[in-house]
C-alpha cells in the first residue's frame, strides 16, 4: 500500500467526544493524572500485544508507505512527514518515520518481534534540534511555552510485556533541552518535572536565563546510570551524578551548582534528588551543607585567585550547550 498526501490539517479531525473504546457509563471528563495516563498506556500496550501474536504475524506479509508533503496544526507549519513499515516472516519493521519540521527533524525505528515467551523489540530515534512550541501549544492554546530538544536513544529489549520494555532495556539515551519560559504541566513527564525543579532550586533568581539541559546515560537491564549530566543557566552551571531504575521507577541524583562568576561567600550548596518517578524531593545532605560551611569560610582566599586568574564560564553556556550527538543505529 502507498499513500500520499499534499497537505494533512490536524484540525479537520474533529474527534469531540469519541473514543477509540467504548466508554464505561462512570466515566468523568476529569482530567488524568500522569500515573493513571500511564497505567493505561501499559494496559492498551499489553492489549495490543495480545492481538500480535506469533501466529497472527506469520500469517501475513504487509508493506506500507506513507508521504506527507505538509503537515499543519491550526496555523502552526508543522512541517512534512514520511513512514515506511512492513510485516515479514514473523517480523514487524515500523520505520524511519521521519518528520521534518522548519529547524529539525525527527526519525524514528521500530522493530517488533514476538515469541510464545516473551517480544524482542529495538527502538531507536533521531531527534536533532526539534521545535517543541507547537506540540505544546495544541495541548494549551494560549501558552507561551517553547524551545527545541534533541534526544538519541537505542535501545534493545526481551520482556514478557511490551509495557516492560524499558525495564529490562540495555542501550543508551541522550538528550539536549534549549528551553524557552520553561515550565511544569504541560508536559506531565517525570523528567520534565525533574528538570523544571532543579532549575528552580539551583538558580531561583527569574532574572536568569536557563541556556540547556543535557543528559548522557547508559541503559543496562532497566538500570539507568549518568554519563554526563548538565544544567546551565546564564548564571550558574550545574553539573550531576546520579542513577534511574526503571523497574522500581526510582531516582537518585547529585547536582553541584557553580556560580560563573567567583563570589565572596556564595553558598552553592549540592543538592540531593531521590525518591520515585511520581514522588521525589529535593533537598541537602548534612555532609553536604558542612561543605558549604567550609567554602564560605575559605572564599576570602580562592575566590581573588579565581579573580585573578581571568577564567570564568561564558554565560551563554557555549562551551557545553553546542551538543551534537552520534546518530542512532540503523535496525536491521
Not at 474527534?15 to 462512570?26: A, H, Q
Not at 581573588?304 to 570564568?312: A, R, Y
Not at 564560564?313 to 552520534?326: H, I, K, M, T
Request: hydrophobic share 40%; glycine share 8%.
Amino acid at each position: 500500500m502507498d499513500l500520499n498526501a499534499p497537505v494533512v490539517q490536524l484540525d479537520d479531525f474533529k474527534l469531540g467526544d469519541w473514543s477509540p473504546v467504548e466508554k464505561k457509563p462512570d466515566e468523568g471528563s476529569k482530567a488524568l493524572t500522569a500515573e493513571e495516563v500511564r497505567r493505561k498506556a501499559a494496559q492498551a500496550s499489553d492489549q495490543t500485544q495480545k492481538l500480535l501474536s506469533p501466529e497472527m504475524l506469520h500469517r501475513q506479509d504487509v508493506f506500507l508507505n506513507v508521504a506527507v508533503t505538509q503537515v499543519l496544526s491550526g496555523n502552526d507549519k508543522l512541517g512534512a512527514g514520511r513512514m515506511q513499515a512492513r510485516l515479514e516472516n514473523g517480523r514487524a519493521d515500523i520505520g524511519p518515520i521521519e518528520v521534518e519540521v522548519p529547524g529539525g527533524s525527527a526519525t524514528l525505528r521500530l522493530g517488533y518481534e514476538p515469541t510464545e515467551q516473551d517480544v524482542n523489540v529495538d527502538l531507536h530515534i533521531d531527534v536533532d534540534k526539534f521545535d517543541y512550541g507547537g506540540l505544546a501549544r495544541r495541548i494549551q492554546p494560549d501558552t507561551d511555552l517553547g524551545g527545541t530538544f534533541s534526544v538519541r536513544m537505542d535501545v534493545d529489549s526481551r520482556a514478557r510485556y511490551l509495557s516492560e520494555i524499558l525495564r529490562h532495556g540495555n542501550g543508551r539515551i541522550e538528550f539536549a533541552v534549549w528551553p524557552q519560559n520553561m515550565k511544569s504541566g504541560i508536559f506531565d513527564l517525570w523528567a520534565v518535572n525533574v528538570l523544571v525543579a532543579l532549575s528552580q532550586e539551583v538558580d531561583p533568581d527569574k532574572a536568569s536565563k536557563v541556556n540547556c539541559a543535557v543528559g548522557r546515560f547508559s541503559l543496562s537491564d532497566g538500570k539507568l546510570t549518568h554519563r554526563a549530566i548538565v544544567l546551565d543557566t546564564s548564571k550558574m552551571r550545574v553539573t550531576g551524578i546520579g542513577n534511574a531504575n526503571f523497574d522500581e521507577e526510582t531516582l537518585s541524583l547529585r547536582m553541584r551548582p557553580q556560580a560563573k562568576t567567583a563570589q565572596f561567600f556564595s553558598l552553592a550548596t549540592p543538592i540531593q534528588v531521590s525518591g520515585t518517578f511520581e514522588n521525589f524531593s529535593i533537598g541537602v545532605s548534612p555532609g553536604d551543607a558542612f561543605e558549604t560551611v567550609a567554602r564560605l569560610a575559605t572564599s576570602i582566599i580562592w575566590v581573588p585567585l579565581q579573580k585573578l586568574s581571568g577564567k570564568k564560564l561564558p554565560a551563554d553556556g557555549a562551551d557545553v550547550c553546542n551538543v551534537q550527538f552520534e546518530s542512532a543505529a540503523i535496525v536491521r
